[in-house]
C-alpha cells in the first residue's frame, strides 16, 4: 500500500443542514449537535455548505456564530459561501464579528461565479444591476482587502457625536490568513496560491488535462503551491465523500451502499460543457477507505480533510459516521484527535 508522506493532520467534516420547511428549526438544531459531537470526538473543523432557496443552511455565518457559543475547540468554517449572493463588504463585517465571538476559529471558504439559476433569481437578488454585476475574482480580491484591513472609504474621523472608521470594524486579526478559496480549476487553484489564500479541494473538478479525477485534483494542489507565497507549506484541504461503516447496522450498511450506487454513474466522464468530473463515494470499513485513500494520489500530498456527508442521510447516520470517522479511520490514517479544551 503507497503511503503519504507524512500523517494526516487536521481531520474535518462537512454537512449541508437540511431542514424540514414545516419544522426548519429541528434540522438547524440537527447542524449545532453534529458540531458538538464534533468537538467532543476530536475532530479539528465542522464545515457547512451553503444552500439558497431551498432546504438547507443558507445563512452558515449565522449558524455559526451560534455554534461558536456551544463549542470552544474546534474550528468553523464554510464550504463554500458562493459571493455572487453578497455585498463583500457587509460579509467581511458579519465573518470578523463571528471570528470574534469563536475567539479565532472561524475558516470562511468562499467561490465566484454567477448564482445558481441566475435568469430566475436576478430580479430579486439584483433588480437594478443585474446586467453590471461581476462575479468573478475581483469580488474575493475586494473581501480579501476589507477582511484584511485595507480602506474601504477616504472617510474617518468625528462627526458630531459619531466615530467612523475607514476600514471594515470590527476587525479581525488573524482572519485574514484563514480565508479558503474552493476551487475546482487549475485557474482558481493558481489564483487562490497567488493571493496567499487557502485552497478547499473538493469531490468536483473540472477536466481539463485528464480524465482521472485523482490526476486532476493533483495538478490542482501542485498549482495552487506552486504560485502560493509559502510553496508546500500552503495549506490545502480535500472534501471527498467518505462514508465508513465499522458500527453501522446492517440496515445503514444497505443504505449507503445504495446511495453511493445511485452516484457512481456520473463518475465515469466528465459532464457538460464545462466538464465537470466527480469524484467516487468512498464506502466502507476504516481501512478499505484508508486503503482506497493512501492509494489516491491528491490524497497523498495534503493533510487536512474534511470530508463530506451525504446530503439525505439521518441524524443518527451521521452520528455513526462521525464517530466511525474519529475512532476508525481518523487514526488508520495517522491522524489524532485533539484534546478538549
Partial sequence: MPLP???LRKLGFLTIGLFDEADPRAGHESTLEIIELGERLGFDSAWLRHRHLQYGISSP???LAAASQRTTRIELGTAVIPLGWENPLRLAEDLATVDLLSGGRLNPGVSVG????????????????????????????????????????????????????????????????????????????????EHGMNFLTSSVVKAEESEDFAEIQLSHVRAFRAAHPDGERARVSQGLVVIPTDSATPEQRA???????????????????A?????????????????RLYAHAAFRE?????????????H?????ILTDLATGLGPALGWRPSAQG
Fill in 255 to 273: 443504505k449507503y451502499e445504495a446511495y453511493a450506487e445511485k452516484r457512481t454513474p456520473r463518475t465515469a466522464t466528465p459532464h457538460g460543457p
Fill in 316 to 320: 443518527a447516520d451521521y452520528v455513526q
Fill in 114 to 193: 454567477p448564482p445558481m439559476h441566475f435568469d430566475q433569481v436576478k430580479d430579486a437578488l439584483y433588480p437594478d444591476t443585474a446586467d453590471a454585476e461581476d462575479f468573478g475574482y475581483d469580488r474575493v480580491s475586494r473581501l480579501l482587502d476589507f477582511v484584511r484591513g485595507k480602506p474601504a472609504t477616504d472617510f474617518s474621523g468625528v462627526e458630531g457625536f459619531e466615530v467612523f472608521s475607514d476600514r471594515v470594524q470590527p476587525h479581525a486579526a488573524g482572519l485574514g490568513s484563514r480565508l479558503w478559496y474552493g476551487g475546482g480549476s487549475l485557474r482558481s487553484a493558481r489564483w487562490a496560491g
Fill in 275 to 291: 466538464r465537470m468530473m466527480f469524484a467516487p463515494d468512498l464506502v466502507g470499513t476504516s481501512a478499505e477507505i484508508a486503503e
Fill in 302 to 314: 495534503i493533510d487536512e480533510v474534511a470530508f463530506a456527508l451525504p446530503f439525505t442521510f439521518e
Fill in 61 to 63: 455565518v449565522a449558524v
Fill in 5 to 7: 508522506s507524512h500523517p
